[in-house]
């Protein structure tokens, strides 16, 4: 079932600025991922944060994860027309299934 | 990582008929996963396939309508049995990286069924 909601659902920006979306869940969780999702096709991994870490960077990537408020947020910095695409967070709760958000589709306008 | 090579890419099918998804992957793995995504929405697990098991089916799919078959470690296929406009989505096949933590996802299947 699907446990993440994803905010905002849609976000227009100009290439060079950062683009920040949340991510929001019911239950406990072991981590949560963020994946990246091009023109419908497969999902790519971007990052994973555990549940007793706080913040984590890849790249131009910033993840945050709060387990007080069930809330986690993805930082893309200095975006390129090349991140336009749907992101998705997704958690992991004792099973060891996935439960996906309902996404957040980014559009970088050069 | 895991490479997945997943067929067909896209297909457009009349209702009633049935349509099998291959997905082939670089590496023996234990489990696969298939995925759902309706349009414009988020992904919902159809099944777990386990080699020489039966697969399992989450809530609100079964096994007539998404036969599953798993013959090694590193082939699965689902079909979309006897199919209906509604049945027009996305599918992926998905599998777990070595630790079990992240998954590897195929280019998926777009599906349009008339």
């Known amino acids: 079932s699907q446990q993440g909601e994803e905010d905002p659902q849609a976000l227009s920006i100009q290439e060079g600025e950062n683009a920040t979306m949340n991510c929001s869940y019911k239950t406990s969780i072991n981590n949560l991922q963020w994946y990246r999702q091009n023109s419908g096709r497969g999902l790519v991994h971007l990052i994973l944060?555990?549940?007793?870490?706080r913040e984590k960077h890849s790249g131009r990537l910033r993840v945050t994860l709060d387990t007080s408020k069930k809330s986690s947020s993805l930082l893309i910095t200095a975006s390129r027309a090349a991140d336009t695409a749907s992101y998705f967070c997704a958690t992991e709760a004792n099973d060891y299934k996935l439960s996906f958000g309902a996404g957040t589709t980014v559009t970088v306008r050069a | 990582s895991a490479v997945i090579s997943q067929k067909p890419s896209r297909d457009i099918c009349q209702r009633g008929t049935s349509l099998t998804i291959q997905c082939q992957v670089d590496?023996?793995?234990?489990?696969m996963f298939w995925y759902r995504q309706q349009p414009g929405q988020s992904l919902t697990l159809i099944a777990t396939?386990?080699?020489?098991?039966?697969?399992?089916?989450e809530s609100g799919f079964v096994i007539d309508k998404f036969p599953i078959s798993r013959p090694n470690l590193t082939f699965s296929t689902l079909t979309v049995s006897n199919m209906s406009p509604e049945d027009s989505s996305i599918y992926l096949c998905?599998?777990?990286?070595?630790?079990?933590?992240?998954?590897?996802f195929g280019s998926g299947t777009q599906l349009s069924v008339l």
């Open positions: 944060i555990r549940s007793n870490e």
């Open positions: 998905s599998v777990g990286s070595p630790g079990g933590e992240k998954l590897f």
């Open positions: 590496s023996q793995v234990t489990m």
């Open positions: 396939a386990n080699q020489g098991s039966e697969a399992t089916y």
